[in-house]
């Protein structure tokens, strides 16, 4: 019984990416592109979008042929919906929306630029609230479906200037716990992976727009791209509410959830040398 049990658990596992269409946001590089990647592994139908077309299309040629190219900006909500519109044409459903597409902002609160704040926030939450609007009543009419928010470390645990990115994962946060519980009778489940450092040109990237107090942060427990997607996808296969990346990242949530003074004194002592 216990084996058959087993069985049947690794057959839904496979069943949850195997032969499903996917769309992946911010799929040109850094962890977007590791994902399309690995679920392209698993079988996958995968539907690459973000601004940069040449970049997709080298991501495309390294599938297996089973990906779509439909470049976007996620400030646009007439490319994201134009991405569901030809996810639908050329495969007739939509199954799997990762908003893996993302930007990065670091300065103080008392002085990060609002203009380069709100660019973040229409791209990490307005853009993500986008494309699940446009996915969602397909999945509805579906049955099912399953969304895949790509927040941070930072969505649970803010550090000094980098809050305002911070902020905008704990709003994703936020979307994504009210989401779940508001399309669950619709067969629609919704996983938030948290990764911690990941060595990517993620922070090269990002806005710089106010003062720091450190010229470069800690990178605790770097992980690759390729691992972050490998346990992201295993997630997706888990149907799995919430994942955590990195033991250090468990255990600075738990700090801060338990003992979230000693959490302060700890990153007041790192940021103020």
């Known amino acids: 019984m216990a084996t058959q049990t087993l069985k049947w658990q690794a057959l839904c596992m496979v ?3 195997a032969n499903r269409v996917a769309i992946v946001t911010g799929a040109s590089r850094g962890i977007g592109r590791a994902l399309a990647i690995e679920l392209d592994r698993r079988g996958a139908h995968v539907v690459l979008a973000a601004r940069d077309e040449g970049a997709l ?3 495309a040629s390294e599938l297996s042929g089973r990906g779509l190219v439909v470049p976007a900006d996620m400030t646009s909500s007439d490319d994201i919906q134009r991405v569901v519109d030809c996810t639908l044409k050329q495969y007739q459903r939509v199954e799997l929306l990762v908003n893996n597409a993302g930007v990065g902002i670091t300065g103080v609160v008392s002085d990060v630029d609002l ?3 709100r660019h973040v ?5 307005f853009g993500a609230v986008a494309a699940i609007q446009a996915c969602v009543p397909h999945m509805r009419s579906q049955g099912y479906g399953h969304i895949v928010n790509i927040s941070s470390i930072l969505g649970k645990i803010a550090v000094p200037q980098t809050a305002g990115y911070a902020s905008s994962k704990w709003a994703l946060q936020a979307l994504s ?5 508001e399309e669950a009778p619709n067969g629609i489940t919704v996983t938030v992976a948290c990764p911690g450092s990941t060595d990517t040109d993620f922070r090269s990237n990002e806005l710089k727009a106010g003062s720091t107090l450190l010229k470069e ?5 770097l992980q690759t791209a390729e691992h972050a997607a490998e346990l992201i996808c295993d997630a997706i296969a888990r149907g799995k509410r919430e994942v955590l990346l990195t033991a250090f990242s468990k255990i600075l949530c738990a700090v801060g959830q338990n003992t979230p003074r000693i959490l302060d004194l700890a990153l007041s002592r790192t940021y103020h040398k």
Do not use: K, M, T
Request: hydrophobic share 35%; charged share 35%; glycine share 8%.
């Open 177 to 181: 716990d009210g989401l779940r519980v």
């Open 15 to 17: 069943e949850r990416i």
């Open 217 to 221: 942060r800690p990178r605790p427990q």
């Open 121 to 125: 926030f229409e791209v990490n939450v």
């Open 115 to 117: 203009d380069s704040l």
């Open 57 to 59: 299309h080298g991501v």
